[in-house]
């Protein structure tokens, strides 16, 4: 079997609690991507069009479809994850 790592950003913590889920489900390894400026409150203020996130979001460099791609929450459980991982045949 192939080596997995799973790479995740996650700036309030749900991201990671889901990459955490992925990597142990799949017995992967784990990198947390940090940005190089760190995102502050107002960074992350959504309903300000200025913001940094806001900003970014609509950017179309950020725009990346990924094959087998699963929408995945702070509710997704481990076994709906695992049952992910193995229609990938990982």
């Given amino acids: 079997m192939n080596k ?3 790479a995740y950003f996650s700036v309030s913590g749900q991201t990671k609690l ?5 990597a142990e489900a799949s017995c992967s390894d784990i990198y947390e991507i ?5 995102y502050t ?18 950017k179309k460099s950020c725009n990346v479809n990924f094959k087998n791609a699963k929408a ?3 509710t997704t459980n ?4 695992k ?3 193995e229609s990938l045949g990982i």
């Fill in 41 to 58: 409150s107002a960074d992350l203020d959504w309903h300000d069009s200025n913001s940094r996130s806001s900003v970014e979001i609509l």
């Fill in 78 to 81: 481990s076994t709906s994850v």
């Fill in 34 to 38: 940090t940005p190089e400026q760190i």
């Fill in 83 to 85: 049952k992910w991982l």
């Fill in 18 to 22: 889901l990459a955490k889920t992925i």
């Fill in 72 to 74: 995945l929450s702070s």
């Fill in 4 to 6: 997995i790592l799973v």
